[in-house]
């Protein structure tokens, strides 16, 4: 093989023939356009899906607005797993309407 190729054989042997090229560039025949046909797809049904279960928490809390004065229970349902995420979401819910906050309880539902 000698060692002093020219251009042209280069991009041969790299990308192969002339006669590869000829034929790539011409695009491929396609079928006349009165030969195909064009369906709508059905609609289909709305199916009802059935609500997802969703895991709730409910934080029983006792709220009040005097310092060791009469206290009130109340529940609050939390959409989540975390107690804590429930619980802080229980508080800053209970903070809005009372000054004192504690937590009873966090039971699963």
């Given amino acids: 093989?000698?060692?002093?190729?020219?251009?042209?054989?280069?991009?041969r042997a790299l990308f192969g023939g002339a006669e590869q090229a000829a034929q790539a560039s011409e695009p491929?025949?396609?079928?006349?356009?009165s030969d195909i046909v064009i369906t709508q797809p059905e609609v289909a049904e709305k199916k009802k899906?059935?609500?997802?279960?969703?895991?709730?928490?409910?934080?029983?809390?006792?709220?009040?607005?005097?310092f060791e004065g009469e206290m009130h229970e109340m529940a609050h349902e939390a959409d989540t797993l975390s107690p804590l995420l429930a619980e802080q979401e229980a508080?800053?819910?209970?903070?809005?309407?009372f000054r004192f906050v504690e937590v009873?309880?966090?039971t699963s539902m």
């Fill in 1 to 11: 093989m000698s060692k002093d190729l020219t251009e042209e054989e280069m991009r």
């Fill in 28 to 33: 491929p025949l396609q079928k006349p356009a």
């Fill in 49 to 66: 899906i059935a609500k997802a279960f969703t895991p709730r928490l409910r934080v029983t809390l006792r709220v009040g607005n005097e």
């Fill in 91 to 97: 508080t800053r819910a209970a903070k809005k309407k």
């Fill in 104 to 106: 009873v309880s966090i």
